[in-house]
């Protein structure tokens, strides 16, 4: 199943057989974590742990991101983990993005975990199975990219986005209003980087050459624009 294919299948797993995956196949998922992109200036640094290193997290493993505390570097989590998310989910394992699970000794620069192992969960079985917001209130366009994008996971599954599409650029805004746009949290700056990678993803199925992604973040603003030909 291919990355794009996954969007439409995969969910939150958080039931897990507790037996360890094998050293092939944990070093098949560090494969995939070394060469997994990363935005433009951006370099988060990614490591495999195992259950007995981990609090409140059900999986037997758990991939701990580490990045500078601000905002592009949290962007940059969501948009490189969402890959592997989706590459564990469309290659059989079950996953999960996990705010609440810790390490049990955090590093000063660990941000979030992605929680892996196997499952006896099943994928959805396509689009309809999303609790999520209509496409029309996250885009101003209904299009294939907007409803890949639409399905991205979320903390809290708050979906606290707003895709707005011009002439071969799209640009995903925090959707705080005035000055909601201030509170966005750690998690909702992973998420923007998570549905980027929906966004990615879905424009690359369509043939589209990615262009640039450009974070504009400041004291009141928030968001990426990807541009493409
Ligand atoms: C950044 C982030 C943090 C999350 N943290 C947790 C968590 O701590 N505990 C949990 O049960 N789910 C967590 N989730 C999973 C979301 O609740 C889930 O993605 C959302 O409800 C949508 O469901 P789905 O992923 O099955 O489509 C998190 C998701 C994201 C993207």
Known sequence: ????????TRRSVRKYDATPLTDTELAAIQQVLNGVKQLPG??????????????????????LAYSPDNDAALANIGYALQTVDLWLQ?????SI???????IAPKPDYR?????????IPLRSGESGYKRKPVSEISNEDNAIARAARIA????NLQPWQLNFSQCRVCIQYNGK???KLFAGKMQKIDLGIILKHVELALEQESRKIIA????IGAKIFEMELAYE
């Not at 469309?90 to 079950?94: D, I």
């Not at 979030?112 to 006896?120: H, N, Q, S, V, W």
């Not at 996971?153 to 809290?156: I, L």
């Open 153 to 156: 996971p979320s903390a809290a």
């Open 213 to 216: 992604i450009t974070p504009k």
């Open 42 to 63: 951006q370099s988060a640094n990614f490591e495999i742990a195992n259950a007995g290193k981990l609090k409140s997290v059900a999986a037997p493993h758990a991939i």
């Open 178 to 180: 005035g000055i909601g």
């Open 1 to 8: 199943m291919t990355l794009y294919e996954t969007i439409f």
């Open 112 to 120: 979030i975990l992605l929680a892996f192992g196997k499952t006896e």
């Open 97 to 103: 993005w996990m705010g609440m699970g810790k390490p």
């Open 90 to 94: 469309g290659n059989g394992y079950g």
